[in-house]
């Protein structure tokens, strides 16, 4: 059994933390310009704007694990290729 380098698990650590990060931000942006009213008229969010939120975020991460596991599935092919 091969040992694991602490220092290689914490930078592999500390990479995903920033692409987890920069995915929920990308989906907050994307949500946010399809979603919410440019013209603030409330300091709560409207029933339709949570409604487009709830189902824009659903989608996001469901196309996110779909393209996911396409990649996964094509560097499978790859490495025994």
Request: aromatic share 8%; glycine share 8%; net charge negative.
């Amino acid at each position: 059994m091969s040992q694991v380098d602490p220092q290689a698990a914490m930078q592999m650590a500390q990479q995903e933390m920033e692409y987890r990060v920069d995915l929920f931000n990308k989906m907050v942006s994307s949500c946010y310009d399809k979603c919410i009213d440019k013209r603030y008229k409330d300091g709560e969010l409207s029933v339709g704007e949570n409604t487009c939120i709830d189902r824009c975020s659903s989608k996001y991460w469901q196309v996110t694990g779909i393209v996911g596991q396409m990649l996964g599935a094509q560097q499978g092919g790859l490495d025994t290729s």
